[in-house]
Structures are given as structure tokens and as C-alpha cells.
């Protein structure tokens, strides 16, 4: 059976989730706008839903607007600020950001928005003195990833939000990594947008959320239908809206003694990998990070050549996010660690599940080694 250790770019739908998906894909097809009972029961579903998301952060069921993803979602909350403010033209986000956010404030600055991007340490920890140097008068929002997605450290996302509220600045937070490995309170972290993402908790692709506060101003992206709170026009994707909700729930439900024994197999992998590989250097150990990711680099090789032959033998991992396959190129948090380029080439990450296993651990291990060996050959010779 391959080994799946790819949990941060795609997890394994739930089965509760696909079976409770299939109705909606089937007989019950009704638009939930529709005012008759067939469109009225498919709406109570997308309102449970909506309490199940809003459960997982602790939020109140109307502050979640429902989204095709997390791109969508920080889309919606950044542009959605920034046009609800027009007189500011200011952003702040970090150099570690997912490239959902990467992308659109590079493309927010050719459209004339001042984009400041805040560093972080070696650790990925985000450089909070230079955070609060950066904001000004003119500053709209503060974007930060709240666990990162290549090496999962966490940023103090309460101190992120201190500062704001120093300067009367909102604050933005990409949860799609964080939610459901660490707790995320809506009503002690005084964040008033927080992005989620259905596929990263074991529900389906396609169905996402943003989280706004009470009477956060935003400005829609798009324009069409009344469809949540008119921020997101057009008809939902109930089946994956109902996949999101049950994931959601499940997600809360998880106890602290799973979340541990995640981080146990975690740790020890990391520990038996350094242990039999001289070269091997896991990188982002001093900071928080969430329990299910490890970014381990080998030196002076290649990672996608490590990939490639992991993949022949079952082992499904990635280098840095998935969505920056293909490049020869160490990623750009990687880069903005600080981490040496030798390093930092032959970086893997490593994230598991709830479904992965002590035995599974031990078999890749066992087949990293001899990947590794294979490779360190051809380059001493």
C-alpha cells in the first residue's frame, strides 16, 4: 500500500464525509435559494453546515462566508478590505507567505498598493519589532499565515494582533494549515478575517471559508446573486459545503491525546532520520510548529530527485508547497530563513495525518535511508 505523507498539500476525505456528501450529489439536487420545501431542506443543511465550520474556531454561524477554497477566501479578504478602504493603500504581510497571498500583493503593487513585506529568523519566526516599525497611518491590513505550510511553524498570532490594535489596523490570518492541528479561538484571538480550507481537515476540494467579525466592512469581489451576506454571490456547492461541515466537526472533535500522538510520530521520525542520516538537518525546531509537518533537509542533493525515487517505492511526500512544483529553486520561505541554498535544495516535506501509522513511519524511513545512500553515492562520485 503507498504511504501518503503529503497531508499538507491534500488530505484523505473522511468516510462520514463522503457518505454524507453523496445525497446532495444524487436527490437532493435543489437550489437552496429556491423558496419551496425541496430548496428549504437543502438550505437547513448548508445552515448546519455553516454551525459545524463555525464551531471548529469558535465563531458565531453568521460570521462564516462560504468560499470555493482558501485562495478565494484571503482573495476576498484582502481585496475585500482594501476596497472597503480606499484611502489606505497599505499592506503588510511576511516573506513566508503561501502563494495565495505571494501572488496577489505582488500583483496589488503593480496596481499601485504599497506592499511591505515583513522577515522572519531562521526558525520562521515573523520579526515582530519590524512588524510594528512597518505600520502607518496609511496602513489598511496586516496579512500573516498563521502556520506556515513548508516547515509549519506558527507565528504569535496574538502579538501580531496586539500590535494592531495599537494602530487601529485589521488584521488578516491564513488558518487553512492551523485549523484543526491547533486551537483556534475566534473570540480570544482578536483576528477579524481568518481563512479556512475544506481539503486540508479531511473534507472535500472545492469548499472554503472566511471568517468575518461582526461588522468588518468588506467590498465583494464579485457581483451577482444575495448569497452569503452578499459577499459571495452565486449558488453554493452544497455537496462540498456539507463535506466541509462534517470535517469541521470531526476536526473539533479531535482531542488533544490524537493531536499528541501525531506529534509523537512526527518527532520521532525526525529524531530516527537524523540519527541514521548524517546529512539530514530538520529545519524550524525552535519555533512552535504544528503537529503534523516536518521540513528535513539533505545536504548538498536534490529534492526532487529524492521524491522521484521515494514515489517509485510508494512514498508520496513533496518539496515545499505544491503549488511551486517544478522549480529547480529553493522555496522562497526557505530562502527567507535564511537557510543554506545546499540545504535548502534537497529540503522535503514530510506532513502526516490522523490515519498515519507507527508502521508506515518505519517504512519510509527505512526507505529514505537507502534513497539517501543511493543519491549521497552518486554525488561523492
Known amino acids: 500500500m503507498p504511504i501518503y505523507l503529503d497531508n499538507n498539500a491534500s488530505t484523505r476525505p473522511l468516510d462520514g464525509v463522503v457518505e454524507a456528501m453523496k445525497p446532495l450529489l444524487g436527490a437532493e439536487y435543489a437550489n437552496p435559494s429556491s423558496l419551496h420545501r425541496f430548496g428549504q ?14 464551531g471548529l474556531i469558535n465563531a458565531d454561524p453568521k460570521e462564516i462566508i462560504f468560499t470555493s477554497g482558501g485562495t478565494e477566501s484571503i482573495n476576498l479578504a484582502i481585496r475585500g478590505v482594501l ?5 489606505k493603500r497599505h499592506l503588510i504581510t511576511s516573506a513566508v507567505e503561501h502563494s495565495a497571498v505571494g501572488r496577489l500583493a505582488a500583483q496589488l503593487a503593480r496596481e499601485g498598493c504599497r506592499v511591505d513585506e515583513v522577515r522572519v529568523d531562521c526558525e520562521g519566526r515573523l520579526d515582530l519589532a519590524e512588524l510594528e516599525e512597518k505600520v502607518t497611518e496609511d496602513t489598511a491590513l496586516i496579512s500573516v499565515i498563521h502556520a506556515n505550510n513548508e516547515t509549519g511553524v506558527i507565528i504569535d498570532a496574538e502579538r501580531v494582533c496586539e500590535i494592531a490594535a495599537r494602530h487601529g489596523v485589521r488584521v488578516h490570518l491564513d488558518a487553512v494549515q492551523s485549523a484543526g492541528k491547533v486551537a483556534v479561538n475566534v473570540r480570544e484571538l482578536p483576528a477579524p478575517l481568518l481563512s479556512l480550507s475544506a481539503h486540508k481537515i479531511h473534507g472535500p476540494k472545492g469548499a472554503g471559508a472566511l471568517y468575518v467579525r461582526g461588522r468588518t466592512r ?3 469581489l464579485t457581483f451577482g446573486g444575495r448569497q452569503e451576506r452578499d459577499l459571495r454571490p452565486g449558488t453554493e456547492n452544497v455537496p462540498a459545503i456539507i463535506g466541509f461541515g462534517i470535517a469541521a466537526e470531526e476536526a473539533a472533535a479531535l482531542g488533544p491525546e490524537r ?10 521520525f525526525e529524531a530516527r532520520v537524523q540519527a541514521a542520516i548524517s546529512i539530514a ?10 503537529c503534523n509537518t516536518s521540513n528535513i533537509g539533505f545536504e548538498r542533493l536534490q529534492a526532487e530527485a529524492i521524491l522521484i525515487l521515494l514515489s517509485e517505492r510508494g512514498i508520496y511526500a513533496s518539496a515545499g508547497a ?20 545546499q540545504l535548502a535544495h534537497g529540503a522535503i516535506r514530510f506532513s502526516l495525518s490522523r490515519f498515519t501509522t507507527e508502521a508506515e513511519i518505519d517504512q519510509t524511513l527505512a526507505v529514505l535511508v537507502e534513497v539517501i545512500e543511493r543519491l549521497s553515492g552518486m554525488v561523492t562520485t
Open 41 to 54: 431542506q437543502v438550505r437547513y443543511k448548508v445552515e448546519c453546515a455553516r454551525e459545524q465550520v463555525a
Open 83 to 87: 476596497a472597503a478602504q480606499p484611502a
Open 218 to 220: 468588506l467590498t465583494p
Open 259 to 268: 493531536i499528541d500522538s501525531i506529534r509523537h510520530l512526527r518527532d520521532d
Open 281 to 290: 538537518k530538520v529545519i524550524g525546531t525552535e519555533g512552535e510548529r504544528v
Open 322 to 341: 505544491a503549488c511551486s512544483s517544478g522549480s529547480l529553486e529553493p522555496s522562497h520561505v526557505l530562502r527567507a530563513m535564511g537557510i543554506d541554498p
